[in-house]
């Protein structure tokens, strides 16, 4: 019977974390925690730039900001800074 250690594939390196019998690759594990924070990260950024957007001018002020770097940045595609 074949087990994990004695399966290679080149070039890929499998570490693994025993937790009983629900086992994961610690690299996918590690991978799909990173990929799920980035997109919470881009929810979050499009939220705050649509609401950005929805501010009438005097909330700008208040804040600091004029209507045309409100624009600028609340037209910002989410992947970007």
């Known amino acids: 019977m074949k087990t994990l250690s004695d399966t290679a594939i080149p070039g890929v390196s499998v570490s693994c974390r025993a937790s009983g ?5 610690a690299s996918i594990q590690s991978w799909s925690g990173k ?3 980035r997109i919470v990260q881009w929810r979050e950024r499009t939220k705050q730039r649509r609401q950005l957007l929805e501010l009438n001018d005097r909330l ?22």
């Open 35 to 37: 990929v799920l924070d």
């Open 60 to 81: 700008l002020r208040d804040i600091g900001i004029d209507r045309i770097n409100a624009v600028q940045e609340g037209s910002k595609p989410f992947w970007r800074d």
């Open 21 to 25: 019998a629900n086992w994961q690759p």
